[in-house]
């Protein structure tokens, strides 16, 4: 008896946790949330910008943007990635330039927060909603 009420405890805390609202959004409302247009927030240096235009498709992320570098060419980008569970992680393709790799979530409705790389460490990276 002592086992199958330690079993159905178990079970409690796990439903409980799986029902909880403040767990973070899921792939369905990274489905929703997701799409519109994000303008990286931190860290950028002075003179340079990252927009991505993301639009998804059951799990499938994709975009198309622009980016700008502090004395340097700026030019046009495109995003290809994929959602899994709570996370979205995409590639950033720059034209010209390089590839850069990003994995996150929502902080909210309006803050997609994670980390971007190319070959080196990920450095935190935050972007912020321009319009949906």
Known sequence: MRT?????ATLGVVLGIGCSSGAPTGPHNLKADLPGVWAQS?????????????????TTVTGTGTYTAEAMQGGTLTVAGFITGPYVNFDITES????????????????????LWTTSDPVPVTFARVSR
Not at 4 to 8: F, Y
Not at 104 to 114: C, F
């Open 4 to 8: 199958g009420t330690a079993m159905l």
């Open 42 to 58: 931190f860290p950028l240096p002075a003179g340079s910008s990252r927009v991505l235009s993301l639009s998804v498709q059951d």
């Open 96 to 115: 010209p330039g390089g590839v850069y790799h990003f994995t996150g979530q929502l902080a909210g409705t309006d803050t997609l927060a994670g980390s």
